[in-house]
């Protein structure tokens, strides 16, 4: 079956762009997750859905940064006013239920580079 | 907060060698543990997991154990190939399902 897609993979913006990110999750999969990897380190959280609801935002950096999920399936990931430190490989995950032990399944992610 | 401490690469092996990846974390809680790897061009995908004290994960040939007086989720592989050269990550999550990774070890295997 079809796994967790992202688009675009790749993306260039000139700073202060707007930016929107898709993610398509595997069908039935309650929870979504967004997770940002900056070059040479691992993914650090951003945002997490269940459903159509966004129960942690947490990991979101600044204000400019906003996610949504609206019939609880497909999310997208929006940038204002991109700054440079914005650069990085966005990753999509979602599972089938949101329990620790629940496999994550990651998309190919979106590459945003920032000039 | 929580988080994980991987030991740094990169790693260059031969093929055949026996491999360890280090990995401790630290949590409030009781956290399931994962392997991913990243293979080359490819995306996050999960190689084993643990989800209590002693458990076992194993995939691949690939083992680590879960250890909760050392706080560690060691990886171990006997015998390793040139396929399985690769980034990987070791991962908590607790109630609150996100994951939280280490800064990746980056292995390499050569014929």
């Known amino acids: 079956g079809a796994g967790v897609s992202q688009s675009p993979r790749y993306k260039v913006a000139k700073r202060g762009q707007d930016v929107a990110l898709r993610c398509d999750p595997i069908?039935?999969?309650?929870?979504l997750f967004w997770y940002q990897q900056a070059l040479g380190q691992g993914p650090e959280f951003l945002t997490y859905?269940?459903?159509?609801?966004?129960?942690?935002k947490s990991g979101l950096p600044s204000d400019r940064f906003f996610a949504e999920r609206p019939e609880g399936s497909v999310s997208t990931l929006k940038i204002q006013r991109t700054q440079q430190e914005d650069s990085a490989v966005y990753l999509c995950a979602s599972s089938l239920e949101g329990r620790g032990s629940y496999e994550q399944y990651f998309g190919p992610g979106t590459r945003l580079t920032v000039t | 907060g929580n988080s994980v401490t991987q030991m740094e690469g990169p790693v260059t092996l031969s093929e055949e060698a026996f491999l360890t990846i280090n990995c401790t974390y630290t949590a409030t809680g009781y956290p399931s543990l994962f392997w991913y790897v990243q293979y080359p061009g490819e995306g996050l995908q999960l190689l084993l997991k643990a989800t209590k004290a002693d458990d076992k994960g194993s995939n691949k040939g690939f083992e680590a154990t879960y250890r909760k007086e050392t706080t560690s989720f060691h990886l171990e592989k006997g015998s390793v190939q040139v396929s399985d050269s690769a980034v990987y990550f070791c991962a908590l999550s607790e109630e609150a399902q996100k994951l939280v990774f280490g800064q990746g070890t980056r292995l390499t295997i050569n014929p």
């Open positions: 069908s039935g999969h309650v929870s």
């Open positions: 859905f269940q459903n159509e609801a966004q129960l942690d």
